[in-house]
């Protein structure tokens, strides 16, 4: 593994760590960007399906043909987008920045080229798709890249033989019985509440401080330390062949470390250190989200679960799913809402235990297309003494 593929994926790695902080739950407001993507991203969203042409710069902010070169498709689409969208390819397809761009040994990646021809059957692809939606579908995005690709530069045009009876037999149309049923968000985020502790354990715990080790797809463990202060200060710290790798925000600046290099951190990569630091945020799931409403009950690994959906912003969308017997917060599921189809990454928390007086998850998987990886903390400490200037920038 080169270097600079070593370098990417050790920054998704450092950024899902972030979410698994004692904020874990839960998104924020500054929320712009999920970095990871699971493969079955085209799941429909139902109420959230929008006409593609609802997609257009917010105030303040430009259009991607007047951030990026070369923009064709994508004209009037939000600069900030662009790249989600790029996410969005890259794992319903299973490929990568060089099947449709250049880079070149010298001056590196030549995104405005359109010397390879990949480049251009995708932009004609994405003229089919969006023809298709607003033909056939009302403008609705039913389908989408991976509705053909599932993963694969060429889709697949014959059935797997025992593709369709499997997924007859995995259908169960029949309700969930509950006893004792909850019946609104609001009941079942109290009783989460109750269940990590309360408001008020939690409000008395200023600083955390998260030690451990991340299980990664290729077998391989890494050290990690997670330091955490309130209002909002953060700091993971991990390590591997290459070197110390570290993320960090004090509040003001936040910042990315890789042995040697190190450079401020910016755009939807500092909203994402803004949202993980917010200490208390797990208390305040109210303030992330709007339209919090109980969507389902559902089945994870045995364990029933009051599925619960909240919209963080006009392209984000969780899912948060609630243990029905313990309240605890058992999975969530974040989508991100491209022009081709909705990004995702999975978390799940397990091995929840008493860190003075509040329940913590130490075991904490999260599952994307850009990472798959599990990662046990072996101690966490509360109200840990951690000096400010921990969280600051390494100096040059």
């Known amino acids: 593994m080169t270097y600079r593929k070593s370098l990417g994926k050790l920054f998704f790695f450092l950024s899902a760590?972030?979410?698994?902080?004692?904020?874990?739950?839960?998104?924020?407001?500054?929320?712009?960007?999920?970095?990871?993507?699971?493969?079955?991203?085209?799941?429909?969203?139902?109420?959230?399906k929008k006409l593609l042409k609802v997609y257009s710069p917010s105030e303040g902010e430009k259009p991607a043909e007047e951030v990026y070169k070369n923009i064709k498709v994508f004209k009037g689409l939000p600069a900030s987008r662009l790249i989600p969208t790029m996410h969005f390819i890259e794992a319903s397809l299973g490929a990568d920045c060089g099947d449709c761009h250049v880079h070149d040994k010298v001056k590196g990646w030549e995104f405005d080229s359109d010397a390879k021809s990949g480049k251009k059957k995708a932009r004609k692809m994405i003229e089919m798709m969006n023809d298709i939606n607003e033909h056939h579908f009302m403008g609705h995005q039913?389908?989408?890249?991976?509705?053909?690709?599932h993963g694969e530069?060429?889709?697949?045009?014959?059935p797997a033989l025992l593709t369709l009876p499997l997924k007859r037999e995995e259908r169960n149309d029949e309700d969930i019985k509950v006893a004792n049923r909850l019946n609104t968000a609001d009941e079942i985020i109290a009783k989460y509440l109750k269940a990590i502790g309360g408001k008020e354990a939690y409000q008395k715990i200023t600083s955390l401080k998260?030690?451990?080790n991340t299980l990664n797809e290729e077998g391989k463990e890494m050290p990690v330390t997670i330091y955490q202060k309130a209002p909002n200060k953060l700091l993971a710290v991990t390590q591997n062949h290459w070197g110390e790798f570290s993320r960090g925000y004090n509040g003001e600046i936040g910042w990315f470390k890789a042995g040697p290099r190190e450079n401020k951190v910016e755009g939807d990569d500092l909203n994402l250190l803004k949202d993980a630091s917010e200490f208390y945020r797990s208390i305040n799931i109210d303030k992330d989200y709007t339209n919090l409403k109980l969507n389902d009950v559902v089945v994870i690994d045995g364990d029933t679960a009051y599925e619960v959906k909240g919209t963080l912003s006009d392209y984000l969308i969780d899912k948060l799913f609630f243990d029905v017997n313990t309240g605890l917060l058992i999975r969530k599921i974040e989508y991100d809402k491209t022009p081709l189809g909705n990004l995702q990454v999975q978390t799940d928390y397990?091995?929840?235990k008493n860190v003075d007086g509040v329940l913590i998850p130490f075991t904490v998987h999260t599952a994307g297309y850009e990472t798959n990886q599990t990662t046990n903390f072996t101690n966490i400490t509360a109200n840990a003494e951690i000096a400010d200037n921990l969280f600051d920038m390494p100096a040059k």
Not at 142 to 149: D, G, L, P, R, S
Not at 153 to 158: E, R
């Open 17 to 48: 760590l972030l979410i698994v902080s004692f904020s874990y739950g839960f998104g924020g407001k500054n929320s712009g960007l999920v970095k990871n993507a699971n493969r079955s991203g085209s799941e429909n969203l139902s109420s959230e």
């Open 350 to 352: 397990k091995d929840y």
């Open 210 to 212: 998260f030690e451990g």
């Open 153 to 158: 530069l060429n889709p697949q045009t014959v």
């Open 142 to 149: 039913e389908v989408t890249c991976f509705t053909c690709h």
